[in-house]
């Protein structure tokens, strides 16, 4: 069992932020707080806004952050509200009996998800921002991507701390590139250190000896353990934790990691004893957080909430029956995207630095979420697949310009790097994996299902009785086919009857068995595998979400394809990939199936929200080839080959792909 107090390390500096605040603020007078009457300090805490100090500023001090945050009052209304969504989205949550007890090789979630969220609804909050932080930390901690609470009011901030980590051969660093990861940030972050005397270049390199009095390696398993979230396994967290390069959308970017870029500001600072780069001795660091607005521009209190807190026309779904409320707009797309990250609102996009990006030249079909190249010699092609969260027109394109250019080229060998792939579309992972598999290998979906609950058997017999369709409702039988291939109709109920399923002695019953239907019958495939199978690799950093673990359990397990991944806590095993839901619906799109069946008014419906958030939930399970009885998701798989990082491998792309196909082919 997960207690409570450790969802999260409290964060430290908040106790003294307030009385810190009006320190400052009546020091002109030469007066201590305490001198002054508890009435005159009401009064004073009345009329001062912490949000104005900081409106209209890119870069701030997270404690002058966290005031702002913190100054919006605990209200009860707001909070019986968000835990009645929160509550009614759980019912429909694949997953929630395999956390009451969770055993190995995934023990770090079992949590009773009931208790916690009548706590919730019970427990007295100081402000709104600890209720958030609350439930913020508690579905973080379920360690399911698909599955979270985003309460945008308090996801306003990104909080940059100028040392991103590295996990190296060698040990912890401090990224030897930070400097110019860190400039692109621009002048204002600069200043902003410069302002605060606070010589953040003189690390770059530096050896990591502890971090907040803790060994840096044990620092960075606590923070997989208590913050990171998203992926099942403890070892690809770790990986999360660490700075490392990845696609954003179409361009090679760098992330910061979760140590150096969280999303909710608790941390004002962080202590590191290190040993700088041209030096033999260690000293202790106190280490700054920046606080960077990812959120909406505000001036003050007032409108800080109504730009980033306030409920907006998309928080909630809508009845797509009814052409008045936009539906055209609010459609849902033909096929699943299944993302890490809803990312609602651009975060700081940081390119990677240049000389870590590939000197290759990127051959046919690299504009898009795919970059592709030859690596000298000519024996080995690489797909770097950054994503499954592209067009369904381009992304197939690309896969037959690249695997052409590549053919053209003579390599027989094919290594696809999946670093830090965060999903997409459930069709484009099995496309690529039908691809390579070739049409004479047959066609090949995953087995899954969703809960069927008394609400979602409700809206799939309301959407057949009003003869709904994929073009409204994921519900609906013809976004379907049956497990033996043949495609649903728009009149079939897979909820009724609904199907017996017992985790951990509670019977959740489930849908009947189905699988996804794609789309995407006009690219023709080639009959064969374009390159020989046994000579395709997948390399990554098990940070390949959702889509991502699916395509790679696929080849996997029908191909028994080489796998090998980087990183991780040396002494502990890594899975190759983490979140292998099937589907994720966002709030809204919930909201929406049920608004659109007709069944606002159920008693088992939520509420719309009334404040700007997402709960969003793994709304389907797909099951493993090898055990039909089990979710990919908890079914434990490792690469056939690991590595550390190296100053030479980390962050540098092709420098994995010139190592891994040296190990894995013998090429020089
Ligand atoms: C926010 O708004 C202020 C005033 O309108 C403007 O000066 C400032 O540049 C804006 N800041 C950001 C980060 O957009
Ligand atoms: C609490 O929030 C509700 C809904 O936004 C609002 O109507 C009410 O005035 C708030 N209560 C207080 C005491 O601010
Ligand atoms: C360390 O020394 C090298 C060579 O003397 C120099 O180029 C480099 O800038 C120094 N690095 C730091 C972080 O001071
Ligand atoms: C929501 O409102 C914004 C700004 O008013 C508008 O641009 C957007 O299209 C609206 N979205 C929907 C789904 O109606
Ligand atoms: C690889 O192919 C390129 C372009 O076709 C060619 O110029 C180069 O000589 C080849 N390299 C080797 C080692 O065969
Ligand atoms: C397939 O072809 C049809 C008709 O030519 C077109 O409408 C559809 O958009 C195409 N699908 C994709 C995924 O390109
Ligand atoms: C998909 O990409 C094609 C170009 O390859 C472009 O014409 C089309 O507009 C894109 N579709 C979407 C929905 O972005
Ligand atoms: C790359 O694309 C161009 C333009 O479509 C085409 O002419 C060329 O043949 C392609 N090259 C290879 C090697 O496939
Ligand atoms: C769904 O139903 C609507 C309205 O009856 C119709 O216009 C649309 O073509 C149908 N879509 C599909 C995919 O069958
Ligand atoms: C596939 O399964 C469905 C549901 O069991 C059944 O109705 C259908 O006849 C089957 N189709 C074929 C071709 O066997
Ligand atoms: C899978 O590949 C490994 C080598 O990577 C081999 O030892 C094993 O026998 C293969 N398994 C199957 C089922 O082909």
Redesign the pocket.
Known sequence: MVEISSYHSPPRSLPGILPAMLFALFKPYGLLPSLLSSALLASVAKTYDPCAKIGGLTFVDPADAIACQRSIPFNETVRQNVMSVVSRVFDFYTFEDFYLESGPPFPETSTNIRKHLKLFNEKKYATDYDFNLDLWAFTTQLNDGHTRWYPNCYLTYQNILPAPIVLLDKGVFIAPDSVQFLRQLGKDFINYLEAKNFDWKRFAGAKVLEIDGFPALNYIDKIARTESGNFLDHNVRVNSVVSGYRLAQTSFSQRLGDLAGPIFLTRTSLDIVLIPRNSTTSQRVVFPYVASLTGTNFTNKATYYSNNCAPTNETNGVDLRSSASGSSQRRPILARAARLDPATKPRTALGLPRPYLPTLNPTNGSSGVIKSFVLPGNKTGVMFVGSFDGNFTQFPNDVVAAINDLQASGVTNLLIDVTNNGGGFVCLGLYLHQYLAGSNFGTSAFESTSRANPLAQRILRADIRQNLNSTNSFYTGDNWQ?????K?SQT?DYNDPSVLYIINNRNEPTS?RFEDLCPLANVTLPESPPFDLSNVAIVGNGNCASTCALFTTLMYELHNTTMVVFGGHPDLPIEFKGMAGNQVLEWAELDSEIKTAGLKQDPLAPPDLIVNANMRHNWRTAYSYFDKNTPIAYRSEQPQYRFPYTEKTYNNPQNVWLFTEKKLFGNQ
Do not use: A, E, R
């Open positions: 049956f497990v033996n291939g043949s649903m079939d009947q």
